[in-house]
């Protein structure tokens, strides 16, 4: 059995009344004011979020780009100094061990992964580390993490740092001074809006929260829970691992081929996913919308006439389009886009149409 | 933890209430349930006048933004009147759970249907429990 985990920010949360919910052997916020106030203020102003829950591996040593090129399906040694990306951790067979982000540093490279897989990947890396000259951390409770996010977000930021964030492209990550603390500050989220995530000595996590929280304030900065985490992230159609991404789907049914280079040298994956890509898929994930007043949740039967072709893997109702959205994998050929599905809902189907993704896309700012 | 609790009303352990008139027994939920739901209604969904329900068994759905409520049926009827105005605008449910916000109207088949129910009471002691 293992100890629930809190943050250090658990106390301030707990202080400012936020409803607090378990999230992968975590007690978070859920909400503080409410899942909608705080999605607006994330759509329209910005939004702070505690991050210290996610795992974060250093990883160093002089085959380190080696090492993670064959742990990950995504190119590192074509990444740039100061860029991050997307990538995933395979098994054997294709499946998702893990969806991560992967930051290229001078000296060394952090893996920032998923709450629920801190000690999948650990030991993973650890296990598959052979003779690769490298030295595999765990810094996730080393380092601080925070995201703040929305239209607002750079130019709060910008008031306690002196890095040109405007210079700032999405995915590229610099190494600064924010307030008292150093920081990386890369350009990355989870919410579909412009923002940014920070990564800095543990110490600081609670003066930087509060600081950073003074200074928005006037901006409209809130802090923002899971509940509106979930609901920004889907509306974007960033997939979930544990709803959207598990051991049984592979990216290329996920619709993420981009993030696999297949013509790279072996990585664990590579067969099963070259001999995938050379086939029909049989499944892929498919986002759609209710068309009545009904909201899909995880887990709820996909039909089309009478026939089950899959099941709701994250469902939710979008307060930007004030319906019920959601993602699923369907058989292929019910995935095309303006396909008419059902979701079944206490025995009834309600009617749904697959749309192209995602729900929501930011209007260029700057 | 709100302990609105109307005392001329019966109530279920799954967080409904039922008013009886006559053969008539109003279905809503409690302001406690609209509270777990930080009174963040977005859907109600009910069904249709005539359908017949079991006690027990699921009528209907509430959603908050976060997750869907099951609704269960505190007496067997036939459905007599379902109120289009939660329909319409869920918020409402959570802006008046015991009046405006009702949701259907059920014809009891016998009064001794009501006496699995708990009584504003036994009610207040559950909701005390589940803090």
Not at chain 1, 316 to 321: A, D, E
């Amino acid at each position: 059995m293992v100890a629930i985990r809190h943050t250090s920010l658990y106390t301030w949360h707990v202080e400012h009344r936020a409803k607090i919910t378990a999230f992968s052997g975590w007690e978070m916020p859920l909400y503080y004011t409410s899942i909608t106030a705080e999605h607006q203020a994330v759509r329209n102003q910005a939004g702070l979020f505690d991050l210290c829950y996610m795992g974060r591996i250093r990883v160093k040593g002089k085959d380190r780009i080696k090492f993670l090129n064959y742990m990950t399906t995504n190119d590192i040694e074509g990444l740039g100094i100061g860029k991050v990306h997307y990538a995933f951790i395979c098994n054997p067979q294709g499946g998702i061990i893990d969806d991560v982000t992967v930051y290229k540093a001078e000296d060394y490279c952090l893996v920032v992964t998923n709450a629920v897989n801190r000690d999948t990947v650990l030991s993973w890396f650890h296990q598959h580390q052979g003779k690769h000259a490298v030295d595999i951390e765990d810094a996730g409770f080393g380092l601080g993490m925070l995201s703040i996010q929305g239209p607002k977000a750079q130019s709060i930021l910008q008031r306690v740092t002196q890095a040109p964030l405007n210079d700032l492209n999405y995915y590229d990550f610099v190494i600064t001074q924010v307030s008292h603390a150093e920081a990386i500050v890369s350009r990355t989220g989870y919410t579909g809006e412009d923002g940014f995530e920070l990564y800095f000595g543990a110490l600081y996590t609670t003066t930087l929260w509060e600081k950073l929280l003074h200074i928005g304030t006037s901006d409209g900065l809130v802090p923002v829970g899971l509940g509106a985490r979930d609901t920004l992230r889907l509306e974007a159609c960033m997939p979930l691992f544990g709803n959207d991404l598990t051991s049984s789907t592979t990216p290329l049914e996920a619709g993420l081929s981009k993030f696999i280079k297949l013509d790279k040298k072996a990585f664990i994956g590579k067969e099963a996913l070259v001999s995938s890509s050379n086939s029909e898929l049989s499944k892929r994930l498919a986002a759609f919308q209710m068309l009545d007043r009904s909201i899909p949740r995880q887990g709820y039967e996909i039909r089309h006439q009478d026939n089950t072709i899959g099941n709701v893997t994250s469902g939710t109702f979008s307060p930007t389009l004030q319906k019920g959205i959601g993602m699923g994998y369907v058989h292929n050929l019910h995935s095309k886009v303006g396909s008419s599905i059902l979701i079944m809902i206490q025995g009834k189907p309600h009617p749904a149409e697959i749309i192209k993704r995602p729900f929501y896309k930011r209007r260029h700012t700057e | 933890m709100n302990l609105d609790i109307p005392e001329d009303i019966f109530y279920t352990r799954t967080h409904e209430w039922a008013r009886v008139h006559n053969d008539e027994v109003t279905v809503g939920i409690t302001a406690y349930a609209t509270d777990q739901m930080n009174k963040e209604i977005v859907n109600v969904d009910l069904p249709t006048v005539g359908t017949q329900l079991t006690q027990n068994a699921g009528f209907g759905v509430v959603d908050s933004v976060k997750a869907a409520f099951d609704l269960y049926t505190p007496v067997p009827g036939e459905v007599v009147e379902v109120n289009q105005q939660v329909l319409d605008d869920p918020a409402i449910v959570a802006s008046s759970p015991f009046q405006e916000g009702w949701m259907i109207k059920i014809r009891m088949q016998s009064a001794e249907d009501l006496k699995s129910l708990l009584a504003p009471d036994d009610y207040r002691e559950l909701i005390k429990s589940e803090e």
